[in-house]
């Protein structure tokens, strides 16, 4: 079943909202993969002490 307000669209504003909508869908994916990815990278066991070293040298600039 079509919409009928597809059918009558111009061609290239359908072109357009497909690529449009394409674009938004990849960045809602990279966030997602790099949501998980700290996750992950939390859950190590260097995670803990990386971050302490990390807090102290940020500390300890002037």
């Not at 357009?16 to 909508?21: D, F």
């Not at 993969?33 to 260097?46: C, K, S």
Request: no cysteine.
């Amino acid at each position: 079943m079509t919409d009928r307000r597809v059918e009558a669209a111009d061609p290239d504003a359908v072109e357009e909202a497909v690529a449009h909508n394409a674009f938004l869908s990849s960045e809602i994916a990279v966030a997602q993969y790099r949501h998980r990815a700290l996750v992950m990278l939390g859950r190590g066991e260097e995670a803990p002490a990386e971050a302490r070293q990390t807090y102290a040298a940020e500390h300890a600039k002037p």
